[in-house]
């Protein structure tokens, strides 16, 4: 690895011993709290919105998208906090913005009688978790990569992802059962409670020191980092139009069982994580990513051309096992290209492509859907993931091409 890679990222023999798995859990749980804290009101908000304050769909739907637009603006500002006063700053004010989200959301519910007034709380309530998302993922990850050094890089994202999804499938259906037993103001109460308990849990953990150096420019970061969080944001359609319409998919073709295919994709992904993440740090970002990309490709298709539940069980399954490593291995390759002190930034930067990807992806595949059926929606997916697969290839032919550059650099300057 050239010296103006290898400097990107921390390589010291104390970082590298700590990347053992427990030690590495200490990080990646306030990924867990921040998507748990997440997870939990995602299937009580909408019907809340529509069916009980009689307000219409499309409000129920900003309810929940609304969040990650405070999430992609304020991505940037949490990988700036990461970069110049440490991740563990990040992470406190993720935990504090999560937590008083949940403060907030009691008051929507309290304020049930007055629909105009709860709505507007209860939006507010949404845009500070979207806060609290952007700050405590960046920073738990940076801090994780940090403590944890070069070498586990790839692991850390990969055990980050396990808890995101992880928290979300435990929050969603607890949310539910949380709102039906005492209603939505004791969801507010757990996401409260929750956060403030990691809120003083990431106090008494020692931070990292912050590297020292002059930042990039966000526009140089954002510069190097895009071509790799495009093709990011286009793999990742694939996991949104499954999970936000396979269930109208299966009601179209009169099946049931349309929740085993968000547990296929989801057993799958994990499974893959667990199983293969060091293929990583073996063979490469890039190769692993096209491997992926093009396992994740197979499986749309498939899902295109299903013809039977157990068919679309089975797409979805390879659909999630090809996305599974997708994130870290272009995230990886990603976070090189700029100095070890703009690393959070750019972090944050990669990340909110795929935000972008989740805001977008519900109106554009509903046009596509409105045009050419349900089914079309997976072969609208399919296209976008063969175009990010593109973008690799090319990102990779690019990386070979400077790689080489800098060898033949450094055996034409010979011995000194």
Not at 64 to 85: C, E, K
Not at 250 to 279: D, E, Q
Not at 283 to 309: D, K, M, T
Request: proline share 4%.
């Amino acid at each position: 690895m050239p010296s103006s890679l290898a400097a990107s990222l921390p390589t010291t023999s104390t970082a590298a011993s700590n990347g053992g798995t427990r030690h590495l859990i200490g990080f990646v749980y306030f990924t867990f709290v921040v998507y748990l804290s997440i997870g939990l009101p995602l299937a009580v908000l909408p019907p809340y919105v529509h069916l009980r304050m009689g307000y219409s769909a499309a409000l129920a739907g900003l309810a929940i998208s609304i969040q990650y637009v405070a999430t992609l603006v304020s991505r940037p500002w949490a990988g700036r906090i990461s970069d110049r006063a440490g991740a563990k700053l990040s992470v406190l004010w993720g935990m504090g913005f999560c937590s008083l989200s949940g403060a907030v959301l009691i008051a929507a519910a309290a304020l049930h009688s007055i629909p105009w007034l709860s709505l507007a709380v209860l939006l507010l309530s949404r845009l500070l978790l979207g806060f609290g998302e952007s700050l405590g993922s960046t920073g738990s990850t940076l801090w994780g990569i940090t403590s944890a050094g070069a070498e586990h890089t790839a692991k850390v994202i990969s055990f980050n992802g396990i808890s995101t999804y992880g928290a979300m499938a435990l929050g969603a259906p607890l949310g539910v059962v949380l709102d039906q037993q005492w209603g939505l103001a004791s969801i507010g109460l757990l996401i409260m409670l929750i956060g403030a308990f990691s809120l003083a849990l990431a106090s008494r953990k020692s931070p990292v020191a912050v590297t020292p150096g002059e930042h990039l420019p966000f526009r140089d970061v954002m510069f190097r980092v895009a071509p790799h969080g495009f093709g990011l944001a286009l793999g990742g359609v694939g996991y949104s139009v499954l999970a936000t319409f396979v269930t109208l998919f299966y009601l179209s073709r009169h099946w049931t069982g349309a929740a085993l295919c968000l547990t296929a994709f989801g057993l799958a992904f994990i499974a893959a994580r667990l199983l293969f993440i060091h293929t990583i740090n073996r063979f490469g970002g890039f190769p692993v990513a096209i491997a992926c990309l093009s396992v994740e490709s197979l499986g749309l298709l498939l899902l295109w051309r299903a013809s039977s539940p157990w068919m679309a069980l089975g797409a979805a399954a390879i659909t999630g096992f090809g996305f599974s490593l997708v994130f870290p291995a272009i995230g990886v390759e990603a976070v090189k290209r700029v100095p070890e002190h703009s690393r959070g930034t750019a972090l944050g930067v990669y990340t909110a492509f795929s935000d972008v990807s989740f805001f977008l992806v519900g109106p554009v595949a509903g046009a596509v859907i409105g045009g050419f059926g349900y089914s079309s929606v997976f072969l609208f997916a399919f296209v976008c993931v063969l175009t990010a697969l593109g973008i690799v290839i090319v990102l990779r032919q690019m990386h070979q091409k400077n790689l080489a550059a800098v060898i033949a650099q450094a055996e034409d300057l010979g011995p000194s």
